[in-house]
């Protein structure tokens, strides 16, 4: 008698926890928000006495977690955050990382000066003295971190691809959403591309009888298009201006990028550039959604018959 083999399930991966703390200006909103948008679950000021309870709830996705806290945070206590550190370090289903955001004190004096905002622990005092307060406060979290960011020299965008250097998954470089379009200039320019080129110096083939009714996705459009002296060099210029340009999108963390191609009524010159960019890209291991806002327009027929 045959006895079936049964495999026990593997145990779910540790829960990955980031800790995110410092000086107060220091940066840590910004971090939280890039965190987030890598795809970290993140709140900022839970109560302390409450994180040992957070972590242990029970979480199908345990998605990676990042928690900021600092000196306005109910409850903070550097003693307290130690010795739950400690604890949660220990333990096999959690993976634990704490960062320090630090800053010189003159950088945050400036920076709440500008902000006008008041520093938590000034009370009425002068904004440095707040600064020094706070300083000491945070010291022993400071030492216990394992990653530090000094942000005194640094911009609010260099702090964001500071921490998705630090944090982001491998896989981020696809996280971009490339969008290529095609649009008539006849019906308006859209409102929210990013780059956009106009495709109208290209001979138009709507003047071409048998071409009229077909659109830059017809075999006949594109041969037409490609006999144009102008479009080979034009082109492979905006393919290696795009192909410059998106790595630097990428490395800025800008989610969303549109590029638009116009041509008067959207249906040929446009849609043609827009799937041959397409094709282009993605052999340099991009992704683009193809859309065509004119495409089905069958008005624009009339618009293109008093303009080249």
Known sequence: ????????????????????????????????????????????NFPVRLLKRLVAMPDEARGPLAIGFDSRTR????????????????????????????????????????????????????????IAAERELLEPLRRWAEIMVDTTAMTSNDLQSHIRELFAPASSESAMTLTLSSFGFARGMPPLADLVFDMRFIDNPHWVPALRELTGQDAPVGEHIERDPAFAEAFARIRDLLLMLLPRYQVQGKPYVHIAFGCTGGRHRSVYTAERMAQGLRAAGFSPTVRHRNLGSRAAYEIERDRR
């Open 1 to 44: 008698m045959s006895m079936m083999n049964e495999t026990a399930d593997p145990p779910p991966a540790p829960q990955q926890l980031l800790f995110v703390t410092g000086l107060s200006g220091a940066g840590k909103s910004t971090a939280l928000a890039v965190l987030e948008d890598l795809g970290w679950e993140t709140i900022d």
């Open 75 to 130: 409850g903070f206590v550097p003693a307290d955050i130690i010795a739950l550190v400690k604890d949660l370090a220990a333990r096999d289903d959690v993976t634990l990382t704490f960062v320090f955001l630090d800053c010189s004190g003159t950088e945050l004096e400036r920076r709440f000066n500008e902000t006008r905002r008041r520093h938590p622990l000034a009370a009425g005092r002068p904004v440095m003295e707040g």
